[in-house]
């Protein structure tokens, strides 16, 4: 809890003046207003700022959580359970009081019907209770994970009067009822979805709130193209966008609303890990068993060229599932206590990566990439391809080698198709299908893909999430986001350390330790990251001066007043 006195988060502005509507871009579509089930694709915006968790994330700290429906929270020092006690002026949107039967429905409902992981997570649970007239206790199986009691804080409530739980796994347009600062205002179905500001909302003056969702509308509008969303927004018929595109931030922001000041262009400080942006190597199917054909394809990517002619150079090289932060294990020897966690598992870890001086491969940067196709058909070699005819192949069956990567955008398209023009100088048989958002979601969940290019964010506090992307499990349960297919005994033990370390200095041995198993195993082909945030927006917006570690926070942001007060 924050000490007493607490009266609003420093990253916030809480004279910020309410009001006015915020408009924002989506690439793609939607077909559900369900955003916790497996089943279709969920609008943006419901788990922001419809539903609410019992308590709150502060994006100022890894680990800390405080007061929101629950009003205060108890745990042992072993973890074993924690209490929540529920604000007892909590309610949903149609006036019913949030009660310990909500809280335990949701439990259990999203433990049997939730998104794989919810069920991952809840499944630790061996009891739930109410404790009193407002209390809810959780008890978990054993004490071994830590986390639990903060996964608990930010479990979605969901109205039990309201929810079926026998139709919760069908997706929907109804409009649904949260206990957040919004309500569904309008759904135009796969068009744009409108929130209104709750004017009856019951945490309006919660310390956690103050200085937050001062928009009285939040429009969110879907577009097919990114290029085409990229326009409206230069037409100012949305008003804010990250940039991710080093190409468009630095050749297609030079109009005339940039260049007389009605639109900002910043590169905002983000202080988190950079994540894993990746083209992925689905392992579930035959040809990327071999890890030395995964090495072999990670040899054959010349970022260097690719980052100096697609990019202006503007990105730095991904070494790490943790990078830009100090979880990362790249460029740092293994610890002791790394070198206990990792004496099992003898395989699992490379020597190079072990000792900290691994390092993806480089070129000169002039395309030719020499190197890297020499040791490519060095590693295809070792693994049975030979290069006949000037296909690649199998020399056992004399199949050709032959990939399918996905693409879901235009600018992933320009990368794969530099990247496959690299894979057929090898004689290798590479496909680049771009396919719509609908289609390229189901695939993706059912892993029905050769290659995909796929992003993991990360947070300072890694915790149950890994095993969700990560864990052998998860690695056989559809819609998870295990998409490379790792099942992997090192790996599994690796997140169970991270999920009991008592001690920082013991969590961030762990997660190194897990960093470097998941990049010996060469399961995906990390490509690059921004140092900052890029954000562009029309000036009518404002942002508190102070940016969190997690980077810009929209919902601290407001709209300027019209003249005379009104908006």
Same mark, same amino acid.
């Given at each position: 809890m924050r000490e007493k006195g607490f009266d609003h988060f420093p990253y916030v502005n809480p004279d910020a003046p309410k009001g006015g509507r915020l408009v924002l871009g989506e690439r793609g579509s939607f077909d559900s207003l369900t955003p916790l089930i497996v089943m279709g694709h969920a609008a943006e915006g419901l788990l922001d700022y419809v539903y609410e968790s019992l308590m709150a994330r502060s994006y100022d700290e890894p680990f800390t959580l405080y007061a929101r429906?629950?009003?205060?929270?108890?745990?042992?020092?072993?973890?074993?359970?924690?209490?929540? =006690? /529920?604000? #007892?002026?909590?309610?949903?949107s149609d006036g019913h009081p949030i009660t310990p039967k909500d809280v335990i429905f949701s439990y259990q409902v999203l433990r049997e019907r939730g998104r794989p992981n919810h069920r991952t997570f809840y499944s630790k649970i061996a009891k739930a209770e109410q404790v009193g007239k407002h209390g809810v206790k959780f008890t978990f199986e054993d004490g071994s994970d830590r986390e639990m009691p903060l996964i608990m804080g930010l479990m979605p409530v969901l109205p039990s009067h309201l929810v079926d739980p026998e139709t919760f796994e069908t997706t929907s347009l109804h409009i649904p009822i949260g206990s957040g600062p919004y309500v569904v205002g309008s759904v135009d179905a796969g068009k744009s979805i409108t929130y209104k500001r709750d004017p009856d909302y019951w945490?309006? $003056?919660?310390?956690?709130?103050?200085?937050?969702?001062?928009?009285?509308?939040?429009?969110?509008? &879907? &577009?097919?193209? !990114?290029?085409?969303?990229?326009?409206?927004f230069k037409s100012g018929l949305i008003d804010f966008r990250e940039e991710e595109d080093p190409t468009w931030w630095t050749e297609s922001y030079d109009f005339p609303a940039v260049r007389d000041g009605r639109v900002v262009k910043e590169a905002l400080p983000i202080e988190v890990p950079a994540g894993m942006s990746a083209l992925v190597?689905?392992?579930?199917?035959? =040809?990327?068993a071999?890890?030395?054909?995964? =090495?072999? /394809?990670?040899?054959?990517?010349?970022?260097d060229w690719i980052n100096r002619t697609l990019y202006?150079?503007? &990105? $730095?090289?991904?070494?790490? &599932?943790?990078?830009?932060?100090?979880? !990362? !294990?790249?460029g740092r020897p293994a610890d002791l206590h790394e070198e206990e966690l990792l004496a099992p598992y003898p395989d699992a870890v490379l020597p190079d990566i072990m000792d900290g001086t691994y390092a993806l491969p480089e070129s000169d940067g002039r395309g030719q990439n020499r190197t890297g196709r020499r040791n490519a058909l060095k590693l295809f070699r070792e693994a049975g391809y030979v290069l006949k005819d000037g296909r690649l192949i199998n020399e056992a069956t004399g199949k050709p080698f032959s990939i399918e990567i996905l693409?879901?955008?235009? #600018?992933?398209?320009?990368? /794969?198709?530099?990247y496959a023009r690299a894979l057929k100088q090898l004689g290798i048989a590479v496909r680049i299908r771009q396919v719509d958002s609908a289609q390229y979601q189901r695939r993706k969940q059912t892993f029905d893909f050769d290659m995909i290019q796929y992003y993991w964010p990360v947070s300072l506090s890694p915790g149950n999430e890994q095993l969700f992307r990560w864990g052998s499990e998860a690695a056989v349960t559809d819609g998870s986001f295990n998409y490379p297919g790792?099942? %992997?005994e090192a790996v599994d033990a690796m997140i169970g350390a991270l999920l009991?370390?008592?001690? $920082?200095?013991?969590?961030? !041995? %762990?997660?190194r330790a897990l960093d470097r198993v998941l990049l010996s195993g060469r399961y995906v082909l990390p490509l690059f990251h921004l140092p900052k945030q890029w954000v562009a927006y029309w000036r009518r917006l404002h942002r508190p001066e102070q940016v969190p570690i997690f980077g810009y926070i929209l919902d601290t942001w407001w709209a300027e007043p019209k003249p005379g007060g009104a908006q």
């Open positions: 429906i629950a009003e205060t929270i108890e745990t042992p020092p072993d973890r074993s359970w924690v209490l929540f =006690q /529920l604000n #007892p002026r909590a309610k949903f945490g309006r $003056d919660l310390n956690v709130n103050k200085g937050r969702f001062n928009f009285d509308e939040i429009r969110i509008e &879907y &577009y097919r193209d !990114s290029g085409a969303m990229l326009e409206a190597f689905n392992t579930r199917r035959p =040809q990327f071999d890890i030395r054909v995964r =090495q072999a /394809l990670i040899e054959l990517f010349d970022f202006h150079g503007q &990105y $730095d090289r991904t070494q790490s &599932y943790f990078a830009r932060s100090d979880l !990362s !294990s790249h693409a879901a955008t235009r #600018p992933q398209e320009r990368l /794969l198709l530099t790792i099942e %992997s009991r370390a008592k001690s $920082d200095k013991d969590f961030v !041995s %762990s997660v």
